[in-house]
């Protein structure tokens, strides 16, 4: 996993751009994929990010680094969100440990490249071992895949908010926007989750293709609204240009309107 502070970052911008997905092609090969690009758009308390060969990186806001093939592990107090180049969003709450087993993504040109949907095709896989999870996933293309890994099951997501907990009580799922599937651990039975519906599952009750509690947004604490929120703002805060010559996307930090409003050292002035 490779840590990659970068200059672009820097620059504020206030972006806006209005089109549609034109299209993709299905990915046949494995090769044509690279490895995907995250921003630390929030970054609170002690995370620990490692790779497969036990590396270590100290993580700084508004770094751009690559997630594939990495733990993240967030202390007491701590968390983290991040801005994905495939236009999802991930957030992650204090005492979680998740696992990025795969985020690759085809490279995009520069005519491909907007606000409103993803501009390639991208694979995420991420297991929760524990702790608590938020995916904003409502710019993914149709044929991408954004999957999260339970002990007990998994979930796929496509145009969808979702709040994924796992903890000595089971899964805990939360659809806050849009609608996911929840697979069984032996790939035969599912449940279609639907906004505002939240379900809790147990390791026991999934072995059996049942739910151990069907419960309501409204139900749960405000916090897990918060948290679906600020996760959906992070999707908002960076545009991933398209890279030259097939080089991974560069990220830009967007502004809100109101930064532009905000007093300077040296205004400028205009003589009549």
Same mark, same amino acid.
Not at 23 to 50: K, L, Y
Not at 138 to 167: D, F, M, W
């Given at each position: 996993?490779?840590?990659?502070?970068? /200059?672009?970052?820097?620059?504020?911008?206030?972006?806006?751009?209005?089109?549609?997905?034109?299209?993709?092609? %299905?990915?046949? *090969? $494995?090769?044509? +994929?690279?490895?995907?690009?995250?921003?630390?758009?929030?970054?609170?308390?002690?995370?620990?990010?490692?790779?497969?060969?036990?590396?270590?990186?100290?993580?700084?806001?508004?770094?751009?680094?690559?997630?594939?093939?990495?733990? %993240?592990?967030?202390?007491?107090?701590? *968390?983290? !969100?991040? $801005?994905?180049?495939?236009? +999802?969003?991930?957030?992650?709450?204090?005492? /979680?440990?998740?696992? !990025?087993?795969?985020?690759?993504?085809?490279?995009?040109?520069?005519?491909?490249?907007?606000?409103?949907?993803?501009?390639?095709?991208?694979?995420?896989?991420?297991?929760?071992?524990?702790?608590?999870?938020?995916?904003?996933?409502?710019?993914?293309?149709?044929?991408?895949?954004?999957?999260?890994?339970?002990? /007990?099951?998994?979930?796929?997501? *496509?145009?969808?908010?979702?709040?994924?907990?796992?903890?000595?009580?089971?899964? *805990?799922?939360?659809?806050?926007?849009?609608?996911?599937?929840?697979?069984?651990?032996?790939?035969?039975?599912?449940?279609?989750?639907?906004?505002?519906?939240?379900?809790?599952?147990?390791?026991?009750?999934?072995? !059996?293709?049942?739910?151990?509690?069907?419960?309501?947004?409204?139900?749960?604490?405000?916090?897990?609204?918060?948290? $679906?929120?600020?996760?959906?703002?992070?999707?908002?805060?960076?545009?991933?240009?398209?890279?030259?010559?097939?080089?991974?996307?560069?990220?830009?930090?967007? $502004?809100?309107?109101?930064?532009?409003?905000?007093?300077?050292?040296?205004?400028?002035? !205009?003589?009549?």
């Amino acid at each position: 996993m490779r840590v990659k502070s970068q /200059s672009c970052l820097k620059a504020l911008c206030c972006v806006i751009a209005a089109g549609s997905f034109c299209g993709g092609t %299905v990915v046949s *090969h $494995a090769e044509e +994929m690279a490895e995907g690009i995250a921003v630390a758009t929030s970054i609170q308390g002690r995370i620990e990010i490692e790779n497969t060969t036990g590396h270590n990186a100290h993580l700084k806001l508004h770094d751009a680094l690559t997630l594939n093939a990495s733990t %993240v592990k967030t202390g007491k107090g701590a *968390h983290v !969100f991040f $801005a994905l180049s495939n236009g +999802m969003s991930i957030g992650i709450e204090q005492n /979680s440990e998740v696992v !990025f087993e795969t985020f690759t993504q085809k490279p995009f040109s520069k005519d491909r490249e907007r606000l409103s949907y993803e501009a390639s095709v991208s694979i995420l896989s991420i297991r929760l071992i524990t702790g608590n999870l938020a995916v904003v996933s409502n710019k993914l293309s149709p044929l991408s895949q954004a999957r999260v890994y339970l002990p /007990s099951g998994e979930l796929r997501i *496509h145009s969808a908010t979702c709040i994924v907990q796992n903890n000595q009580m089971g899964a *805990h799922i939360t659809a806050c926007e849009g609608n996911i599937t929840y697979y069984y651990p032996n790939g035969e039975g599912r449940e279609f989750i639907v906004k505002p519906q939240s379900i809790r599952i147990k390791p026991q009750s999934a072995k !059996f293709g049942k739910i151990t509690e069907n419960t309501t947004l409204s139900s749960l604490p405000e916090a897990i609204d918060r948290f $679906a929120k600020a996760t959906q703002h992070a999707s908002k805060r960076v545009f991933f240009k398209a890279g030259y010559d097939g080089h991974p996307p560069r990220p830009v930090l967007i $502004a809100p309107p109101a930064y532009f409003d905000l007093p300077v050292d040296r205004p400028y002035e !205009f003589n009549d």
